[in-house]
Every structure is written in structure tokens, then in C-alpha cells.
């Protein structure tokens, strides 16, 4: 199962055996575990499966930062507490699926201080994708 963009050809990262410590340094193993291709990590269903870059900082607090790459799979069922990409009036989004005290269940923003969108009939809003990564690029490439 891998992700075909535009090259075929695999790509593989190495994966080193030990986890990273991300607190108090201890002593590094420079044991290469095994080849990680990075689409399996991401990609369950490669079908459903698609990209969209994020503009905006309304999803920082649920782990979205403007500017990452978000991978989305149509094929999930979203639940509360899922971010998700919604159609909105016609626009790409992405929101939080939140219960609402009235018992619905809504989109809302990470930024608590917006007020979320309620789903009713009425709304013109479409779950499109459920968010299952949230890509940083800590050191862009370079154009």
C-alpha cells in the first residue's frame, strides 16, 4: 500500500530503533530499526486519501498550525473531537466536530473564543474529510 503522486518510484526513511527523547537527554542508539515509508505511517485508505495545505490559525490549540499539510480520509466517519475539513457555504475549512449543550453536534473553531457553527438542516455545511495528520514543517525546503 503506498501513496503514488507523481513518481512511483518508493521513498523510504530510515527509522532508528530507539525513541527520541524529548525531554532530559540520554544516551543515543545509532541502531537504523528499519525503513519507514513515510505514505504507510499516514496513509491507511490510499483511495480517500488527500492532502490540503492550512492557512489560518483558528486550529492551533486542536494541533493545526498555519502552514502545515493536513491528511485527510474521506473514507473515516467523523466523531466529537475529530477535526475535520467542512464545506462550508461552499469554502474549504477546517473545524472541530464538537457536542453542543443542546445535545447536536456542531463544528467549531480550536479558538475558543469564536462561537462554533451549529449542523441543523438548514446549514449548507459538509463534513468532506476527517483530519488524521497535522504535518509541521519545522525548517521549510527552500524554493
Same mark, same amino acid.
Given at each position: 500500500m503506498t501513496l503514488t503522486l507523481v513518481n512511483p518510484a518508493d521513498v523510504t526513511i530510515p527509522l532508528i530503533g530507539r525513541p527520541l527523547c524529548a525531554g532530559f537527554p540520554s544516551p543515543a542508539?545509532?541502531?537504523?530499526e528499519e525503513?519507514?515509508?513515510?505514505?504507510?505511517?499516514?496513509? #491507511?485508505?490510499?483511495a480517500s486519501t488527500f492532502m490540503w495545505r492550512v492557512t489560518g490559525r483558528s486550529m492551533v490549540r486542536a494541533g493545526v498550525n498555519d502552514g502545515d499539510f493536513v491528511v485527510v480520509d474521506r473514507s473515516l466517519v467523523p466523531r466529537v473531537d475529530d477535526v475535520v475539513v467542512a464545506v462550508i457555504d461552499g469554502l474549504p475549512?477546517?473545524?472541530k466536530v464538537v =457536542?453542543? =449543550?443542546?445535545?447536536?453536534?456542531?463544528?467549531?473553531f480550536a479558538d475558543e473564543a469564536r462561537t462554533?457553527?451549529?449542523?441543523?438542516?438548514?446549514s449548507e455545511a459538509v463534513v468532506w474529510g476527517v483530519v488524521t495528520w497535522s504535518? #509541521?514543517?519545522?525548517?521549510p525546503a527552500p524554493r
Open positions: 542508539d545509532d541502531y537504523v525503513a519507514l515509508d513515510p505514505s504507510r505511517l499516514i496513509v #491507511t485508505n490510499p475549512s477546517a473545524k =457536542r453542543m =449543550r443542546c445535545g447536536g453536534v456542531g463544528l467549531a462554533p457553527l451549529v449542523l441543523d438542516e438548514a504535518l #509541521t514543517p519545522l525548517r
